[in-house]
């Protein structure tokens, strides 16, 4: 029998799949699939770490390099220290035998921000919206905010000595051992980094931030948002890029505080609270100083005279500047522009912001969408194009594999890459607080991408624009690359170009008002960015978004969207059990494995099995099935008994495959009969709490009593297998 891989994750995610994953397990038996979990979650990798878990992660990450891979892979929690620790915690009390985070840092670094997508990422990314997503929202269009033309609302970010601007790149004539080297000012030598090997026509890039420019710059726009009456917001990703972001974020916190940190600045150092775990664990920290109240008194008065600040729940004082994970950059910005270039503040009222976000690589971006909906208002979700995204990730790609090529630099000197003969690839004159890194791109990926975006130009026939700045040096390399590896295809007929992101941005969205659609080829930073910005813009959520990463080994890996709110969905359930996490994009992503399945091993009723899914989720959509907001109405588990019942109408309609039409007839009707009851019952379980044993690592007979609580339902599906 052939096998699917379901990725067990984290909060929302992992909830609905207690749900939903025995619907498809019921349903994928019928062609002679398998359905088999592997557990990434955060607990499980923590776990795997000390000896308590197998290493599903690693394990995954090798049958990835295999033709046999057909995996769906469903979001995670990307961790930042502050979740880390609360997840340790939790699993403390569980019993397990675990360090304590500041006793094994080194181990439990393989756990802190996105080390699961680098690793099965095996295949450049193909995000679109499907075409039923597209129509419903056009039909059924998700409200936009009102944009003022003299909206002050802007992004803010360095014009210089960051990290697109020091970027330096060089591409490998032929496969080395590199180093990393600091060379201090007195001559004395630290390495960094020992033995980097890269491959023949590896691109490896060397770029830093410095430190005193940066300072400069965040305290400039401190005082810029109290002189506009603007609130201040920082937009970072503090969770994939997890060496560098962090640290920039604990800059941002200092600034902002600056006066606190003059006055208490060597104690509040000499504590950890340094400000890069957010303010949140600098109030926290300060309940274990003797002048703890002093302090904390010092930040409410710099919190009263500074700026308004942005906020994350303003009824819980929760700021932007709270905690690094709570404001994710490719979540936070399209929502602040979808709601008029607005954000909430203190008095839970929205309010024109200055987004700050310090490098300026992809900066303009955001500033660009800005200025139009300035000048043009709002985007109208029933006449706007669609933007699909060809994105380079595979094997580490760029920016996302940086993080063992971090590093804050210890003293003033110069950072060198040298090749394994001594010679100086990459050199840098730094300063102590600098944050250097290093990226690799590998020729492989990258001759892959470009093939990958001449396909989707073909089968798609819609214009397709390459997003590469000349002024960076890392996409001057790319450029080069792309017009060499566009010779070997065929593009005749096909309206491909190279544009900077700013010239991209400006042209996708005048095409986007007209109707028209444009596909964007971009670096690995960029499709994260874009393939939230556009769909939150166009379809109200980025979780609706169709995502298939073609293994470049010939296997298939199938993600089905964005986790962003998946915290506030856990804690509903916890409070009113009411799950309202949406699970189209693991249906989207199950149809697609479907495909897969059939067109790598030739089982035709797999391929059956997904055009009905697909019947299955157009009918959900336009019957308005998908989970509600509110208790009392429909949830996630609602929307999995529709699923099921329509999929199975759809299946027994169908005529390619009389065996599979027999078997569902009676189940379609069973589903059918007993619909009025099933329904009712899952709405008569809401409004309540409920115990799942566990937020990092929910007790599985707890959870499955939560989020299967009808055993009608139950037992049709069984009947299947």
């Known amino acids: 029998m052939s096998t699917i891989i379901w990725t067990r994750t984290d909060e929302a995610p992992l909830l609905a799949t207690y749900s939903f994953k025995p619907v498809v397990e019921a349903f994928a038996s019928v062609a002679g699939i398998n359905v088999e979990t592997r557990d990434i979650s955060l607990a499980a990798r923590i776990l795997a770490q000390f000896g308590h878990h197998d290493d599903a992660l690693a394990e995954l990450g090798e049958l990835a390099k295999t033709p046999q891979a057909n995996i769906i892979k469903l ?51 193909d995000r679109r919206a499907p075409q039923a997503v597209k129509n419903f929202a056009k039909k059924n269009p998700h409200s936009m905010g009102e944009w003022s033309a003299d909206s002050k609302t802007n992004v803010a970010t360095m014009d210089a000595n960051d990290f697109r601007h020091n970027e330096k790149s060089v591409v490998l004539p032929a496969a080395d051992n590199l180093s990393i080297v600091l060379v201090k000012a007195d001559g004395s030598e630290d390495v960094l980094k020992s033995d980097l090997k890269v491959l023949e026509g590896e691109v490896i890039d060397g770029t830093f931030i410095s430190a005193k420019a940066l300072d400069e710059f965040l305290l400039a726009q401190v005082k810029r948002a109290k002189e506009e009456g603007i609130l201040f917001s920082a937009h970072m990703k503090a969770t994939m890029m997890k060496v560098s972001d962090p640290i920039i974020f604990g800059h941002i916190v200092r ?64 700021t932007n500047l709270h905690v690094p994970s709570d404001v994710i950059i490719d979540a936070s910005m399209p929502a602040m522009i979808r ?133 960076r040096g890392h996409d001057a390399q790319l450029i080069t690359l792309v017009e060499k590896y566009l010779k070997d295809h065929d593009t005749e007929g096909l309206d491909i170009s190279i544009l900077s992101p700013v010239e991209a941005t400006k042209i996708t969205v005048e095409r986007m008002r007209a109707g028209e659609d444009t596909i964007g080829v971009t670096g690995n930073v960029l499709r994260d960015y874009n393939t939230d910005l556009f769909p939150i813009l166009e379809l109200g959520t980025s979780a609706k978004m169709l995502s298939v990463v073609p293994l470049m080994a010939g296997g298939g890996l199938f993600e089905t969207g964005a986790g962003g709110s998946a915290p506030k969905h856990v804690q509903q359930l916890v409070e009113e059990n009411h799950l309202r996490w949406d699970s189209l994009g693991e249906f ?116 499955a009593a939560v989020m299967r609580p009808v055993e009608k339902f139950n037992d049709i599906l069984a009947a299947l297998k």
């Open 75 to 125: 979001p995670n929690i990307s961790a930042s220290q502050v979740q880390l620790k609360a997840a340790i915690k939790e699993l403390q009390a569980k019993g397990y035998d675990l360090p304590e985070y500041e006793d094994a840092k080194d181990k439990y670094a393989a756990c802190i921000g996105s080390n699961v997508n680098p690793v099965l990422r095996e295949g450049n990314s």
């Open 255 to 318: 600034a902002f505080f600056a006066d606190v940190f003059a006055e208490y600045g060597e104690q509040l150092q000499a504590a950890g609270l340094n400000g890069e775990n957010g303010l949140g664990a600098i109030y926290e920290g300060l309940d274990s100083l003797d002048n703890g109240a002093e302090i904390r008194a010092a930040f409410d008065k710099a919190m009263a005279e500074g700026p308004a600040l942005a906020q994350v729940n303003s009824a819980k004082g929760i």
């Open 339 to 471: 709601a008029g270039g607005k954000m909430w503040n203190k008095d839970d009222q929205t309010q024109d912001t200055l987004a700050v976000i310090p490098d300026s690589s992809y900066a303009g971006v955001f500033q660009v969408v800005i200025d139009d909906c300035r000048a043009n208002g709002a985007f109208d979700p029933t006449t706007m194009g669609t933007v699909p995204n060809v994105g380079l990730m595979a094997q580490k790609a760029e920016e996302y594999g940086s993080h063992d090529k971090t590093f804050k630099i210890a003293a003033d000197g110069k950072v060198q890459v040298r090749n394994a003969a001594g010679d100086v690839l990459i050199e840098h004159d730094v300063e102590a607080g600098d944050i250097w890194r290093a990226c690799q791109t590998k020729d492989a990926p990258i001759q892959d991408w470009v093939k990958l975006a001449v396909n989707r130009a073909r089968l798609s026939g819609m214009k397709t624009i390459f997003w590469l700045d000349p002024e």
């Open 588 to 703: 989207l992503a199950l149809a697609e494995s479907f495909r897969h399945e059939k067109n790598t091993n030739g089982n035709e009723k797999a391929g059956v099995l997904a055009d009905a899914l697909d019947a299955a989720t157009e009918k959900l959509l336009d019957e308005g099935k998908s989970p509600s907001r509110k208790v009392g109405e429909n949830d996630n588990r609602g929307s999995h008994f529709f699923l099921a019942t329509y999929w199975a109408e759809a299946l027994a309609a169908q005529t390619e495959d009389s065996e599979l039409a027999g078997k569902f007839t009676e189940i379609a009707k069973e589903l059918a009969d007993n619909a009025e009851e099933i329904n009712q019952a899952l709405l008569d379980v809401q409004g309540t709490e409920v115990d799942l044993g566990g937020y990092y690592a929910p007790n599985d007979e707890k959870t």
